[in-house]
């Protein structure tokens, strides 16, 4: 949809998805404005951000330069749908897409409900082969996270304020924290987020977790508010990742393309960039290039910040925590934007404390060096 939301108008389009129904089953957030299609679609705006560490220090900011904006996905396929309603040449499609059969200059969709012939597809569907995804050699992590749209008896939240990461959860299982996004003094988005190799057993351990959280974070118990949406996502955090090809005349794009931030798994931006940049190149008459891949430099600090979490997770807490107390909420956003320059990055990395953890780190991913891709 972000695509098609960006092609010229001139080039005609067939979207064919298995649900043209909008729904409520996602909560993106960003910080880049540029890339949101309308400011009509923006749910909430937080100026001010707050990191907590697992010993209760609260990092707090008001952000300068930029803010947190979140927009609900089923807002978003609204106003897609609605706008493509109106362009020339659209043809949307509610099917299960099967197989997408390349040829020379054109492609074939085989759905459920026929087959459609495209000079180019692209698709969003599809992920990575395994094989890419997990081989030996990669560092491969899961951001898991399970999130309650709750409504509290009591005014308890700060509207003004949303909490980043909190890290006062149980870290036994893995690097955890605990996302607060407050919609007014009673509603807020409350997100138990993991990152690591598997998943929870059941989803049963999610919901205990989160409560256990309300309680002694916010002295919530369960009789004093109601959970009136549930959101679970699983998003990849792999180094190097290998996305499934795109090449002529089928591309991938989304998550499918490897657009997810392999540190953070923060992916909307990066999506909706890459969406922009194909529509600007097909508006010139060229073929989609291979795309946004991260610089170099920044798949390596990827690399490493993977290798913490994945090996040292308390350090990596540690870790997270001082970068945002010492860099604040503007830099370290611009960081993981990968907008810094070399001489910002060194800084940064020069706050950590101990950093001689991100050389032993480098050490321990020299074998995924060699592996780095350059931008395509
Ligand atoms: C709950 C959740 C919250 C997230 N929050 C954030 C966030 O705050 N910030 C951030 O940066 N990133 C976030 N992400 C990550 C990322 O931005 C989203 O996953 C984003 O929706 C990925 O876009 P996509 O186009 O790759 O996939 P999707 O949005 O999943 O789109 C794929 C589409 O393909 C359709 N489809 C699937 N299979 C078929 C088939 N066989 N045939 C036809 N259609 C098919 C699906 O119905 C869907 O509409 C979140 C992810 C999840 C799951």
Redesign the pocket.
């Known amino acids: 949809?972000?695509l098609a939301l960006r092609l010229p108008p001139d080039i005609p389009l067939t979207l064919?998805?298995?649900?043209l129904e909008p729904?409520d089953?996602?909560?993106?957030?960003?910080w880049d404005k540029r890339v949101i299609p309308s400011p009509d679609l923006i749910h909430h705006t937080w100026n001010c951000l707050k990191v907590i560490g697992p010993d209760g220090e609260a990092i707090r900011s008001r952000l300068s330069q930029h803010a947190y904006y979140?927009i609900r996905?089923e807002r978003f396929?609204q106003y897609g749908l609605d706008k493509l309603s109106n362009r020339p040449q659209t043809r949307l499609i509610e099917?299960?897409?099967?197989e997408i059969e390349p040829g020379k200059n054109t492609a074939v969709l085989h759905?459920?409900s026929g087959s459609t012939h495209a000079d180019m597809v692209f698709q969003?569907?599809?992920p990575p082969p395994n094989t890419h995804l997990y081989s030996e050699q990669r560092i491969a992590l899961k951001q898991h996270?399970q999130?309650w749209d709750i409504k509290t008896v009591q005014p308890v939240f700060d509207p003004d304020e949303a909490i980043l990461m909190d890290f006062r959860v149980d870290q036994s299982l893995g690097f955890a924290f605990v996302y607060v996004l407050p919609f007014s003094t009673t509603e807020a988005l409350v997100e138990l987020t993991f990152f690591t190799p598997d998943l929870l057993d059941n989803r049963a351990m999610y919901s205990n977790l989160l409560t256990a959280y309300l309680s002694t974070q916010f002295l919530l118990e369960p009789d004093s508010y109601s959970i009136k949406r549930t959101?679970?996502?699983?998003?990849p955090m792999v180094d190097g990742f290998v996305p499934s090809p795109s090449e002529h005349p089928i591309y991938s794009?989304?998550?499918?393309?490897g657009?997810?931030?392999a540190s953070?798994?923060?992916?909307?931006?990066?999506?909706m960039r890459d969406s922009m940049r194909i529509g600007a190149e097909l508006s010139r008459g060229v073929i989609p290039g291979r795309g946004s891949l991260s610089e170099i430099r920044y798949q390596f600090y990827d690399l490493l910040i993977l290798q913490l979490i994945k090996n040292e997770p308390d350090r990596a807490v540690d870790i997270f925590t001082t970068l945002f107390r010492k860099n604040g909420f503007d830099t370290m956003f611009r960081f993981l934007d990968e907008q810094t320059s070399f001489s910002e990055d060194l800084q940064i990395m020069a706050s950590v404390p101990r950093y001689s953890d991100f050389f032993r780190s480098m050490w321990r991913t020299r074998h995924r060096l060699a592996s780095l891709s350059v931008r395509g």
């Open positions: 949809m972000s064919v998805s298995d649900s729904k089953d996602k909560t993106w957030c960003l979140c996905s396929q099917a299960r897409v099967n759905h459920t969003s569907h599809r996270f999130g959101e679970f996502g699983v998003i794009i989304g998550l499918a393309g657009h997810a931030k953070t798994g923060y992916a909307f931006s990066r999506i």
